[in-house]
């Protein structure tokens, strides 16, 4: 049973950092897609950010200001959050699936992690 734990949310100062971290654990085979979600309150939950196979997507209202990543191991991904703005408030999801995005089959996604931004 793959298990998504996030980490690294909590309260900044418009204009500050975060760096959210994810590790994944219990499975044996490699996860070709991992990402971020986020859902603000009385919104529905969008994507942040996904990298797979070595492309990366962003969503155009974080671009140029979020960064993801992946460890060595490939079962962490993080994100760094510059610039943040208190419209990134929200709760963040680690996301990860065994095969591409298009492709059919399981997704697998962590509890979430708050992060609020004061103006």
């Known amino acids: 049973q793959v298990q998504l734990v996030e980490s690294g949310g909590g309260l900044v100062q418009a204009g500050g950092s975060l760096r959210l971290s994810c590790a994944a654990s219990?499975?044996?085979?490699?996860?070709?897609?991992m990402g971020w979600y986020r859902q603000a309150p009385g919104k529905q939950r969008e994507l942040v950010t996904i990298t797979s196979g070595g492309s990366t997507v962003y969503s155009a209202s974080v671009k140029c200001r979020f960064t993801v990543s992946r460890d060595s191991t490939m079962n962490t991904v993080y994100l760094q959050m510059n610039d943040l703005k208190p419209e990134d408030t929200a709760v963040y999801y680690c996301y990860a699936k065994r095969v591409a995005p298009t492709v059919y089959g399981m997704d697998y996604w962590g509890k979430g992690t708050l992060v609020t931004v004061s103006s």
């Open positions: 219990g499975f044996s085979f490699s996860l070709n897609t």
